[in-house]
């Protein structure tokens, strides 16, 4: 069974709008990850938040990590045509540390 | 600095047959994972190789084998394969054990089709 759920599974918005995602997981971790997949092609890390971390930035990226509440969520402001893919986050375990549990990912599309 | 690559990009295979495929690590990564990826998921762990053995297992049967070389490149083997194999294989590299600290370098993957 997969340990992250994503929320919304399929997201459109237009360019210039911000984008949210959600992911909720099932047991504890030692951090959470986001990847970006663009059609057919292999996964490219965008973030990385340790579970004693709650905000991360990176460019126009935002997440948030909750443990309380098991829940993260990815905030991509000024959406861009090229921001369109999926976006999966994935889960360091603090047992079994040699993977990472991704969820089912939210399909983004930008409207231009 | 070279980034993950793996070969074939492509493959159809008939069920019943063996395939072997291969992933060469970014330049100073010591660890290689490989995912097994169907269509509208996500990657499920299938193992992961760290100086040349195996270090953890996913949910897959002992007919998916790997193994990693010296200049830490590897090979994801699949026996017997089944309609349900077909996926994209994803490989990824990273410099030391486990995925604590490090972030995954993912390959493009392999598209294998089963028929």
């Known amino acids: 069974s997969q340990q992250g759920e994503e929320d919304p599974q399929a997201l459109s918005i237009q360019e210039g709008e911000n984008a949210t995602m959600n992911c909720s997981y099932k047991?504890?971790?030692?951090?959470l990850q986001w990847y970006r997949q663009n059609s057919g092609r292999g996964l490219v890390h965008l973030i990385l938040?340790?579970?004693?971390?709650r905000e991360k930035h990176s460019g126009r990226l935002r997440v948030t990590l909750d443990t309380s509440k098991k829940s993260s969520s990815l905030l991509i402001t000024a959406s861009r045509a090229a921001d369109t893919a999926s976006y999966f986050c994935?889960?360091?375990?603090?047992?079994?540390?040699?993977?990472?549990?991704f969820g089912q990912g939210t399909r983004l599309t930008i409207n231009p | 600095e070279t980034g993950v690559t793996q070969s074939p990009t492509h493959l159809i295979k008939t069920r019943g047959q063996q395939v072997t495929l291969r992933c060469s690590s970014q330049?100073?990564?010591?660890?290689v994972s490989w995912y097994q990826q169907a269509l509208g998921q996500g990657p499920q762990f299938i193992f992961q190789?760290?100086?040349?053995?195996?270090?953890g297992r996913g949910n897959f049967p002992p007919r998916f084998s790997g193994l990693q070389f010296p200049n830490y490149s590897s090979e994801l083997n699949v026996n017997a394969l089944e309609l349900d194999d077909s996926a994209l294989y994803l490989c990824?590299?990273?410099?030391?054990?486990?995925?604590?600290?490090?972030?995954?370098?993912f390959g493009n993957g392999t598209r294998l089709t089963v028929t």
């Open positions: 190789y760290y100086r040349e053995e195996e270090n």
């Open positions: 990824a590299s990273s410099l030391g054990q486990g995925v604590r600290g490090t972030p995954l370098h």
């Open positions: 938040i340790r579970s004693n971390e």
């Open positions: 330049s100073g990564h010591n660890t």
């Open positions: 047991t504890s971790i030692n951090n």
């Open positions: 994935a889960t360091a375990l603090i047992q079994g540390a040699q993977k990472l549990v």
